[in-house]
DNA sequence: CCCGCCAATATTGTCAACAATTCCGCCACC
DNA sequence: GGTGGCGGAATTGTTGACAATATTGGCGGG
């Protein structure tokens, strides 16, 4: 799935994804209201595409319809976000497991580069590229354990708490927490180890989950 | 959900859920194509409403889509429904553990009539009760688990696989050997023991997958 | 001063016709 | 005899108008 074809196809570009990522992206707030006749017009789509992209986004579990009251952004309350973070946690840990026992020496040094880079945008305390980097190791954990189905529901849960996880990442001091439980995932994946990388990975979220709990104190 | 209201609301048919229910029942076949004038007809609903009902069920993962090229039922190759188990083994394993953390005294009590009933329906062979106590049985711990997310992710799966598992259902002998595994699991949430609740689900859906396997040999 | 009704408005849901695309059989041509 | 183009049919995609439904603000009664 190339998400950036280079000179390819993408003459018409996709709705649906437009609007997915305008959510991600923060432009419009959980409980917002998303009127057709508006998103026709910001997107320059029809407003059968802008009614399909919602119906597709409401199955992806980004936005809430309810009938004839119109579709708004999903507000996931905490509780919700803890629940998706189980799930998450039981998906990964599998995710993990797989990708120990498949990964091979060149995707070993990969993953291992990428902690380096970790530990360099902390030691910069260049958050966002803190932020990235964690995104493409888990990221390639998943593509490493060849587990299309688990990607697949992970990254439509990752879409519905992506809010709550940005909270967690940008808490002052949190990259130092979470750093060494990243490399921990990386040298348990590397060193083939399954169950270790399972245990990591449980570790890791189980934190995220402590200070999702912690942001959401104030 | 009731799917014949005697009286209630439902004058206006759902399109999507009586797709979807066909598919599930097996009146459209994996690969059959789904075109929108059929449907139309068959299900006497607009053909908007059918396109809509498409495009719900291809990001239920239902159906395919292609450009231009229409819908068909999609096809769950053997290795694709072996990642859906082993996910399946880890979200049910996480609702599992939290239902044994969670159960009462009167849901202990239907767990262990289901239970029962199972074993009446094994030791009379009527294997379609077995079937749907199975279901029940599933869907039971689901709903005590509380795991709303989970829950949904689960019911996303099994509409993918329900094909595998009516054929792994059907073999024969087969619900000799899957009995105790239900059993075991019962047992380990009425216990309250999630550890082992964890265990038992693992076990039997290992047995399902192992089941899928020799079922696909032929 | 507050509360429930009623019309006006905003918004979504549905429908039918039209445009664009793909598929399939046929025929000329090599 | 095989192959490549060329219509015609089948099917999906899109558009615009219309119908159905919910919301809002005002108005009169209590």
Redesign the pocket.
């Known amino acids: 799935m190339p998400s950036d074809a280079p000179s390819a196809t993408r003459v018409?570009t996709n709705v649906t994804s437009d609007i997915r990522e305008a959510i991600m992206r923060g432009d419009f707030v959980p409980g917002q209201?998303?009127?057709?006749?508006?998103l026709t017009e910001q997107f320059a789509?029809?407003?059968?595409?802008v009614?399909?992209a919602?119906l597709e986004l409401a199955a992806d579990g980004l936005v809430e319809?309810?009938?004839?009251?119109?579709?708004r952004v999903r507000v996931v309350p905490l509780d919700e976000a803890i629940e998706i973070y189980e799930v998450r946690m039981a998906v990964e840990a599998l995710c993990a497991a797989k990708a120990a026992e498949r990964i091979g020496d060149a995707e070993a040094e990969e993953l291992r580069s990428i902690g380096s880079d970790m530990r360099a945008a902390v030691a910069d305390g260049d958050t966002m590229r803190y932020r990235q980097l964690n995104q493409r190791l888990h990221q390639r954990i998943r593509e490493i354990s060849g587990q299309r189905t688990a990607s697949n529901v992970l990254e439509r849960l990752r879409a519905q708490s992506v809010r709550q996880q940005f909270k967690v990442a940008t808490m002052p001091g949190r990259p130092q927490v979470s750093l060494p439980e990243h490399l921990a995932i990386i040298e348990a994946i590397c060193a083939g180890d399954a169950e270790g990388a399972d245990r990591a990975i449980r570790v890791h979220l189980s934190s995220v989950m402590d200070a999702m709990r912690k942001a959401s104190e104030n």
Chains 1, 2 share one sequence.
């Open positions: 018409r209201r998303l009127i057709e006749a508006d789509a029809s407003r059968g595409a009614r399909s919602l319809r309810v009938a004839n009251r119109g579709a």
